[in-house]
C-alpha cells in the first residue's frame, strides 16, 4: 500500500523553525516528484514547494522563497522541508504528495499530484 506520512508540525512562535518530515511506504521515493502544500483555515490549498526526482531541481512559491528549503533524502525514502523564520500568515496544515515522473518540476501543480499524506498542522503564534 502506498502511504505517504507528514511529521513535525506544532506550534512555535513567529521567527522560529521546523523541519517537515514525509515519509514514503510502499513506493521508491526516488522515482516521484514531491510538494508541499498547504490549506488555510477557509482558504484553498496551495503550492509550497516542489522537488523533482530526476535533478533535484526546486520550485518555490514566493511568500516562502529564502526561508523554507525543501530537499530529500532517497536512502531513507524520506522528503523534508526545512522551515525557518516562520511567520503568523505561514499557519495551515501541510500536505506532502507525490508524483510518478521525471519531468523536471517548474512549479507545484496540485491536480497532478497522485498520493497525498494525511496533513501536519502548523501553528504560528506568540
Known amino acids: 500500500q502506498l502511504q505517504l506520512v507528514e511529521s513535525g508540525g506544532g506550534l512555535v512562535q513567529p521567527g522560529g523553525s521546523l523541519r517537515l518530515s514525509c515519509a514514503a511506504s510502499?513506493?521508491?521515493?526516488?522515482?516521484?516528484?514531491i510538494g508541499w502544500f498547504r490549506q488555510a483555515p477557509g482558504k484553498e490549498r496551495d503550492g509550497v514547494s516542489c522537488?523533482?526526482?530526476?535533478?533535484?531541481?526546486?520550485y518555490y512559491a514566493d511568500s516562502v522563497k529564502g526561508r523554507f528549503t525543501i530537499y530529500r533524502d532517497n536512502a531513507k525514502n524520506t522528503a523534508y522541508l526545512q522551515m525557518n523564520r516562520l511567520k503568523p500568515e505561514d499557519t495551515a496544515v501541510y500536505y506532502c504528495a507525490a508524483l510518478f515522473t521525471r519531468v523536471v518540476q517548474t512549479g507545484c501543480v496540485i491536480s497532478q499530484y497522485d498520493y497525498w499524506g494525511q496533513g501536519t498542522q502548523v501553528t504560528i503564534s506568540s
Open positions: 522537488i523533482s526526482s530526476s535533478d533535484g531541481s526546486t
Open positions: 510502499g513506493f521508491t521515493l526516488a522515482y516521484y516528484a
